[in-house]
């Protein structure tokens, strides 16, 4: 028997006192077509939003494909929140060091003409350390102390000021400078905390999410159908293909892929070629013009660059209605999959309708077509058959069948018994959030726990 | 769409203001007859704000009509764009980046700050981040006064550098005559850059990214079940949108040769800018551009003339009451609340914001019951 | 050292607790309808100026003894009536039509509501009584006369306790336990917290959920104009944009506290009271906004759901 492809452990979820899904075993094999049944209230949605990732099992574990679906805590992760942790300590210690007074130390200190950027770092660094400085006061240089309050001594040159300031910053520091140095430090320890902490929970919080388990293949319908309604048939059947159109060239969507191997577009290199040429023109204005060079000449012909690239590049983009020609292969290819995939659950002639205007059984194949085109390895199918007539449900066992030999895993939720024992190779029982029952349809048409629970069920489905 | 109807729909309104706007201080012809009229308008220098004005909304629509975030901060992205301006370019500080400079620099700072403050709060439900960009406006404010030795406070930082005049320009406008020609290079760059916005957005909606967007708008969980990050791409039309102010900032600064008092950057002014997207429509470019021209328009020329006849009227015994600058908020906050009541979509609506705007996505009130 | 930190604390109590009554007014709203209501602040500042209009119309400055407090207790019944009536208003006029449009809808409504109000109170400082200043400047603030006896009650100490410190303190605690039990004991309270959580299932159950939001907007602006009166007695200044920025500092305890839970934004807005004059007295009242907004933050980064709301995952 193959590893499986979902493996659901021990998952429960509790909503304030009331048990929802409690310690639910569930395990769905690559290729086949799984369901959970039960009574209205069994917690067999709850059970869907768990392994999407709509909500936090408050105990338990989703994995797929031999991995739990949360963000693994990796090297990565802790560089992350270590960043973080540096960006907040340098904000709460330049802070409490005083922004103002860092600026005065580090850009007022120098005379203009006289500013170098290895400069500002050193002195910046002084003032973070509470040392003695050099500043450039009218045409001396002066040693000052670390608030800038008190001067040490004035100097006709530089090296001689560095001097006296290299004495000063050996000697012991007074209490003053003690106690500025002991913020410093509280400030920028705290600052590391809460910025590691605060990345840290927020990580935490966002570790399992809807998007990540859709990214690992899995996608899903909704029983109350979530369409985007304003949108077209087709038009929601990009959206899920979204991820597969990307550009980028290290990651580049699968569509993408396809519709650019072999392709160098034609006219790429131009889409790169305009803007750079615009924002190099726009840096050595900026140049140029910047120190007051009066050359009217070189600026002029710069300006000429760049407002020519720019207009060319805005002509272009907007003349391709895309941002460069390799967007419009792939659109236009990715347009052709999202017809076929309409085809595929027989909505092709209504793909420029808003998604709206279809009757209710049309949205569901709607939203399944949606769902397939994300490229899952396992489809979920909350209530596929709800509101359809007979013959709306037997297509859609058709439909469901055709998904699978696609090599799709199918898991489905349903009412219809009939659509459940017709296509299932394997159904859990849920009753009240526990799992009763599980096996082949067969075994569990004659398991009698299933029928005690369904007792009058069936029948009131059949009337209604 | 054809290619043939969007050019056809564009040709109707704003291809004719387009024209007017490049062939404006060519032919000045609109400030003679004012001239003739005894009424200074300036319609020139005027115009510049209303560009200027444009960038913003067109960057608030980015944030509030695409992504469906309600930012009140707007204001602080354009206030970090001008004093970013003012701080690379002022002769008293070692950078001298330069106008051009300045124009790269100011949307990078402003896009970090986006970041800085969008990262910890855009996953958050969606009206916090009202309060939160809000809060953050408050914040740059007081930051910007009270930083005096860097932002030089209340009486901000100046000269900003002015825009660089070409020789050929400076010939054109006629010798002696900066003024002339610094506006005349002014114009044509704010126009540049604002036309460069909207063409890029407008592109930006048709592409994958702008059915993203959409689709969020729509109904943020389904989208996320489709492997859409709703986190990131909140994070990047926050930060993009930041940007474009930061840009706006920039411009503004320089046409005022200071970065000016940091009121000028306050809530008030965001309230305006959203003023200006709500009238013309969020989510729609055009609206964006209309509203701009109509409410900072009406702020900006027909206001001052409408003061000036009443004080006309009153003469000496003025009533500190009886002026249109003391009834401007009761304007536009009565402008607000009509707008939402009696057409939220705006004067020049999106066709999808509208629809979403008359009838909530069915997403949005019914959550996923426990079954 | 400690004197000037138990000084600042007292101080930060006593504002707090004006946050913490304004605060109410976002948090109850925010329950039911999921709607932050910025005009909230600005029916505090029109109370307010209700308030001095009353004592400019009275001449209260010129009473003593037992007649001064009458009035100022007639005051305080007045402003409370009138800060609810506004607030009830605004919401039947503005609110009540945009119930179902999206949320976006009132929300900018409630921001044009708050300019108009901001505008409202411009033009009633143009008000030619003597407490207005005669009027000349509206803009202007007005001063609100010291009416509360300030008396310390620590007479030796260095310490300084006046007599309007406790009136506050005390009135304000009255008030919430007020509300706590109708929250908790009413049948009002019941319907109330009933349609917070779940406003169809409570239409269902027979409770007239427009009847309940009314309500809830009444006690809300109820509270404002209590809290005005407290404040403008308290701090002796009343301007037009006073609503716009304690609007502000009232919402953020509002969601330090959890936004929709009654205790959290007493809870909230006494921490925000407490924090204000501690950085007030060692940062410097001039980064004020900055510290208040870095606790936002800081919340809203380590407990989204605010110190006492419920974790209840908000995505679904």
């Known amino acids: 028997m193959s590893a499986p492809l979902l493996d659901v452990r021990k998952l429960t979820l509790r909503f304030g006192g009331l048990v929802a899904v409690n310690s639910v075993d569930l395990q769905v094999r690559p290729g086949e077509i799984a369901a959970v049944i039960g009574p209205n209230g069994a917690g067999k949605t709850s059970l869907f939003n768990a392994i999407t990732g709509i909500y936090e099992p408050t105990s338990g574990e989703v994995w797929l494909h031999g991995r739990d679906v949360r963000a693994p805590l990796t090297a990565r992760v802790y560089a992350?929140?270590?960043?973080?942790?540096?960006?907040?300590?340098?904000?709460?210690?330049?802070?409490?060091?005083?922004?103002?007074?860092?600026?005065?130390?580090?850009?007022?200190?120098?005379?203009?003409?006289?500013?170098?950027?290895?400069?500002?770092?050193?002195?910046?660094?002084?003032?973070?350390?509470?040392?003695?400085?050099?500043?450039?006061?009218?045409?001396?240089?002066?040693?000052?102390?670390?608030?800038?309050?008190?001067?040490?001594?004035?100097?006709?040159?530089?090296?001689?000021?560095?001097?006296?300031?290299?004495?000063?910053?050996?000697?012991?520091?007074?209490?003053?400078?003690?106690?500025?140095?002991?913020?410093?430090?509280?400030?920028?320890?705290?600052?590391?905390?809460?910025?590691?902490?605060?990345?840290?929970?927020?990580?935490?919080?966002?570790?399992?999410?809807?998007?990540?388990?859709?990214?690992?293949?899995?996608?899903?319908?909704?029983?109350?159908?979530?369409?985007?309604?304003?949108?077209?048939?087709?038009?929601?059947?990009?959206?899920?293909?979204?991820?597969?159109?990307?550009?980028?060239?290290?990651?580049?969507?699968?569509?993408?892929?396809?519709?650019?191997?072999?392709?160098?577009?034609?006219?790429?290199a131009l889409d790169f070629a305009l803007p750079l040429a615009a924002v190099g023109a726009l840096t050595g204005l900026g140049w140029f013009t910047g120190d007051g060079v009066d050359d009217q000449g070189a600026p002029t012909v710069l300006l000429a660059v760049f407002v020519l690239a720019a207009l060319a590049w805005m002509v272009r983009i907007f003349r391709n209605k895309a941002l460069s020609s390799a967007g419009r292969v792939v659109e236009a290819v990715a347009r052709q999959e999202a017809m076929e995939l309409l085809r595929f659950v027989g909505l092709d002639a209504r793909a420029g309708d808003l998604a709206k205007n279809l009757p209710y059984g049309e949205q569901r194949r709607l939203e399944i077509a949606r769902a397939l085109a994300?490229?899952?390895?396992?489809?979920?199918?909350?209530?596929?058959?709800?509101?359809?007539?007979?013959?709306?449900?037997?297509?859609?066992?058709?439909?469901?069948?055709?998904?699978?030999?696609?090599?799709?895993?199918?898991?489905?939720?349903?009412?219809?018994?009939?659509?459940?024992?017709?296509?299932?190779?394997?159904?859990?029982?849920?009753?009240?959030?526990?799992?009763?029952?599980?096996?082949?349809?067969?075994?569990?048409?004659?398991?009698?726990k299933v029928i005690e629970a369904y007792l009058g069920t069936e029948d009131a489905e059949a009337h209604g | 769409m054809t290619v043939a109807g969007s050019w056809r729909k564009w040709l109707s309104l704003e291809a004719g203001l387009l024209l007017f706007a490049v062939l404006y201080p060519l032919v000045p012809f609109v400030d003679l007859a004012a001239d003739a009229a005894d009424l200074s308008v300036h319609l020139d220098q005027r115009l510049v704000t209303i560009f200027i004005y444009g960038l913003l909304v067109v960057a608030l629509n980015v944030q509030v009509g695409y992504a469906g975030l309600l930012q009140l901060g707007v204001a602080a992205f354009f206030g970090i764009g001008a004093m970013t301006t003012g701080v690379v370019t002022v002769d008293k500080y070692p950078f001298h980046f330069g106008f051009w400079g300045a124009l790269l620099a100011a949307p990078a700072v402003a896009a970090l700050a986006g970041l800085f403050i969008g990262a910890p709060t855009l996953r958050l439900r969606g009206d916090y981040l009202a309060i939160v960009t809000l809060g953050f406006g408050e914040v740059l404010r007081t930051v910007l006064v009270n930083l005096e030795s860097i932002t030089d406070g209340p009486r901000g930082l100046n000269p900003v550098a002015e825009v660089w005049v070409p020789g050929f320009v400076r010939e054109l406008a006629g010798a002696g005559d900066d003024n002339e020609a610094r506006l005349l290079v002014m114009y044509y760059v704010a126009l540049l850059l604002l036309v460069a916005a909207v063409v890029l957005l407008h592109v930006l909606e048709r592409t994958r990214i702008g059915r993203a967007f959409v689709a969020l708008r729509e109904d943020e969980l389904a989208a996320a079940c489709m492997g859409l990050d709703p986190g990131r791409i909140k994070l990047a039309a926050f930060a993009g949108g930041a940007a474009l102010a930061g840009l706006a900032g920039a411009l503004y600064a320089t046409n005022l040769t200071t970065t000016a008092d940091p009121t000028n950057y306050d809530f008030n002014n965001a309230i305006m800018v959203l003023c200006c997207l709500i009238l013309g429509g969020l989510g729609s470019?055009?609206?964006?551009?209309?509203?701009?021209?109509?409410?900072?328009?009406?702020?900006?020329?027909?206001?001052?003339?409408?003061?000036?006849?009443?004080?006309?009227?009153?003469?000496?015994?003025?009533?500190?009451?009886?002026?249109?600058?003391?009834?401007?908020?009761?304007?536009?906050?009565?402008?607000?609340?009509?707008?939402?009541?009696?057409?939220?979509?705006?004067?020049?609506?999106?066709?999808?914001?509208?629809?979403?705007?008359?009838?909530?996505?069915?997403?949005s009130t019914a959550a996923v019951e426990p079954s | 050292m400690f004197e000037t930190i138990a000084q600042q604390l007292l101080l930060g109590l006593t504002n707090g607790m004006v946050f913490a009554l304004v605060a109410l007014g976002y948090t109850m709203v925010y329950g039911i309808l999921e709607f932050i209501n910025f005009a909230h602040g600005d029916v505090f500042m029109l109370s307010a100026f209700f308030a001095l209009t009353l004592v400019g119309a009275w001449g209260v400055p010129g009473l003593d003894g037992a007649t001064l407090a009458g009035v100022l207790l007639a005051i305080v019944a007045l402003t409370t009536v009138f800060g609810a009536g506004v607030n009830w208003s605004v919401d039947r006029l503005v609110y009540k039509p945009l119930r179902k449009a999206p949320k976006l809808a009132p929300l900018v409504s409630a921001i044009g509501v708050s300019f108009v109000l901001q505008n409202v109170g411009?033009?009633?400082?143009?008000?030619?009584?003597?407490?207005?200043?005669?009027?000349?400047?509206?803009?202007?603030?007005?001063?609100?006369?010291?009416?509360?006896?300030?008396?310390?009650?620590?007479?030796?100490?260095?310490?300084?306790?006046?007599?309007?410190?406790?009136?506050?303190?005390?009135?304000?605690?009255?008030?919430?336990?007020?509300?706590?039990?109708?929250?908790?004991?009413?049948?009002?309270?019941?319907?109330?917290?009933?349609?917070?959580?779940?406003?169809?299932?409570?239409?269902?159950?027979?409770?007239d959920v427009d009847a309940v939001i009314g309500a809830t907007f009444l006690i809300?602006?109820?509270?404002?104009?209590?809290?005005?009166?407290?404040?403008?007695?308290?701090?002796?200044?009343?301007?037009?944009?006073?609503?716009?920025?304690?609007?502000?500092?009232?919402?953020?305890?509002?969601?330090?506290?959890?936004?929709?839970?009654?205790?959290?934004?007493?809870?909230?807005?006494?921490?925000?009271?407490?924090?204000?004059?501690?950085?007030?007295?060692?940062?410097?009242?001039?980064?004020?906004?900055?510290?208040?907004?870095?606790?936002?933050?800081?919340?809203?980064?380590?407990?989204?759901?605010?110190?006492?709301?419920?974790?209840?995952?908000?995505?679904?």
Not at chain 2, 315 to 323: I, M, S, V
Not at chain 3, 145 to 163: D, I, R
């Open chain 1, 80 to 268: 992350g929140w270590a960043a973080a942790g540096l960006l907040v300590a340098a904000l709460a210690l330049v802070s409490v060091a005083n922004v103002d007074g860092l600026w005065a130390a580090v850009v007022k200190a120098h005379n203009p003409w006289e500013f170098t950027l290895t400069g500002a770092l050193v002195d910046g660094w002084r003032y973070l350390g509470a040392e003695p400085r050099v500043e450039a006061r009218f045409s001396k240089f002066s040693v000052v102390s670390f608030d800038g309050l008190q001067v040490r001594g004035s100097h006709a040159d530089r090296s001689a000021a560095e001097h006296q300031r290299n004495q000063l910053a050996g000697q012991r520091a007074d209490a003053a400078t003690q106690k500025a140095l002991w913020l410093r430090w509280l400030a920028a320890l705290g600052g590391l905390a809460v910025g590691v902490l605060g990345a840290r929970a927020m990580w935490y919080r966002n570790r399992r999410s809807p998007q990540r388990v859709a990214l690992q293949g899995v996608a899903r319908t909704f029983q109350n159908i979530r369409l985007f309604h304003h949108m077209t048939v087709i038009e929601n059947v990009l959206v899920g293909m979204d991820r597969h159109l990307h550009l980028g060239s290290v990651g580049r969507g699968a569509t993408a892929n396809a519709a650019l191997a072999g392709k160098v577009p034609r006219r790429g």
């Open chain 3, 122 to 207: 411009l033009v009633w400082g143009a008000a030619k009584m003597e407490v207005f200043g005669g009027g000349g400047q509206p803009a202007a603030p007005k001063s609100f006369p010291a009416l509360l006896p300030t008396t310390n009650l620590l007479g030796g100490s260095s310490l300084t306790l006046q007599v309007k410190d406790v009136l506050v303190i005390a009135a304000s605690l009255t008030v919430m336990a007020g509300l706590y039990v109708l929250v908790t004991r009413t049948k009002l309270g019941k319907a109330m917290r009933a349609t917070a959580q779940d406003p169809q299932t409570a239409r269902l159950m027979g409770i």
């Open chain 1, 374 to 448: 994300t490229r899952p390895t396992l489809l979920l199918l909350d209530e596929p058959a709800a509101g359809m007539n007979p013959a709306e449900s037997v297509e859609l066992m058709h439909l469901i069948r055709r998904i699978r030999d696609d090599g799709r895993t199918v898991l489905l939720i349903e009412h219809h018994m009939r659509v459940v024992m017709g296509i299932s190779d394997h159904i859990t029982v849920l009753v009240h959030g526990t799992p009763i029952a599980h096996g082949t349809p067969e075994e569990i048409r004659s398991n009698p």
């Open chain 2, 285 to 363: 470019l055009r609206g964006a551009l209309l509203g701009a021209a109509l409410l900072i328009g009406f702020d900006n020329v027909l206001s001052p003339l409408l003061d000036k006849a009443i004080a006309a009227l009153a003469g000496d015994a003025q009533h500190p009451l009886a002026k249109y600058s003391a009834w401007r908020w009761f304007v536009f906050g009565s402008a607000l609340i009509a707008m939402m009541r009696y057409r939220p979509e705006g004067l020049f609506p999106a066709r999808r914001v509208a629809q979403e705007l008359h009838e909530p996505p069915a997403g």
């Open chain 3, 220 to 316: 809300g602006g109820g509270l404002a104009g209590f809290a005005a009166v407290v404040y403008a007695l308290y701090i002796n200044t009343v301007y037009y944009q006073m609503g716009y920025q304690n609007g502000l500092y009232a919402f953020t305890a509002a969601v330090v506290g959890g936004i929709g839970n009654i205790p959290g934004a007493v809870l909230g807005g006494l921490l925000l009271g407490l924090v204000r004059a501690l950085s007030d007295q060692f940062i410097g009242a001039q980064w004020q906004p900055a510290v208040l907004f870095g606790i936002l933050i800081l919340i809203l980064v380590f407990r989204p759901a605010g110190l006492l709301g419920s974790t209840a995952r908000e995505k679904v």
